[in-house]
């Protein structure tokens, strides 16, 4: 396994309680649309068991043509050791990342895709909109429903309506409208619906999706395969 150490270059505050650290792009490291990183703290792997309170799973809410790797992350006053550490962070420290992946590339098949996401959950499908954008082959069009009760909507100047690109965008605060929208959205039986949120978000999603008769082979998840099914067939 690999791990790439590498330095802050920036930090972007998205809103009051959200930041972005921008890290320079290691050498030979690459990633595509949907990824996720292990993103881990100094002195992680310091002991002889790695430190698993300093490594966190995290989405890349950037492109390699960005040339730099983005983590947006939500970070409360209330907060976990790493995130505590992550706060007090400067440009130039270290950081390191491992095991990259992506469970949620931009399926090309010529359908609706529904972009369904929680908060923060939006930084993973950033790079899908941006994805779509330069090359939109196979993709009849998109939609991003994001639920955020903060109102401070994230990356809105890319979550923005944009129907010559056949790209619409919506965010709602509270679960009442956002769920009524889902089921709105489930009205197209042939579409795509990919979930990003927190595991009980998630289910609660499946639920509605598949009462209203979407497939669990139209659903997408930022999980690996072995974990779907625990997801997939609950109905």
């Avoid at 976990?80 to 931009?106: C, D, Q, W, Y």
């Avoid at 690109?165 to 009205?187: G, I, P």
């Avoid at 579409?191 to 509605?208: K, M, R």
């Avoid at 999706?209 to 497939?215: K, V, W, Y």
Wanted: with cysteine; hydrophobic share 35%.
């Amino acid at each position: 396994m690999q791990i790439y150490w590498t330095k802050i270059n920036k930090i972007i505050d998205e809103t009051p309680e959200v930041k972005t650290y921008v890290l320079d792009c290691p050498e030979d490291f690459t990633w595509e649309e949907g990824s996720h990183t292990h993103f881990a703290l100094e002195g992680f792997n310091a002991g002889d068991k790695p430190d698993r309170s300093l490594i966190r799973h995290m989405s890349i809410s950037t492109l390699p043509h960005e040339n730099s790797i983005g983590i947006t992350t939500r970070i409360r006053e209330q907060c976990s050791k790493f995130k505590m550490i992550l706060r007090n962070l400067e440009v130039g420290n270290e950081v390191a990342i491992f095991k990259t992946h992506s469970n949620v590339p931009l399926t090309r098949e010529g359908k609706n895709v529904y972009l369904l996401s929680s908060g923060v959950g939006l930084a993973t499908f950033r790079p899908l909109v941006l994805e779509y954008f330069e090359r939109a082959d196979n993709v009849n069009q998109i939609h991003s429903l994001n639920i955020d009760s903060s109102k401070d909507f994230l990356f809105t100047n890319i979550f923005e309506s944009a129907p010559d690109k056949k790209f619409t965008s919506q965010f709602v605060d509270n679960r009442k409208d956002y769920y009524e929208e889902v089921k709105n959205l489930a009205a197209d039986k042939d579409g795509l619906f990919y979930v990003v949120g927190s595991d009980e978000f998630l289910v609660q999603n499946i639920e509605v999706l598949r009462e209203q008769g979407i497939n669990p082979e139209q659903i997408m998840l930022d999980k690996h395969e072995q974990e779907l099914p625990e997801f997939l067939s609950r109905m």
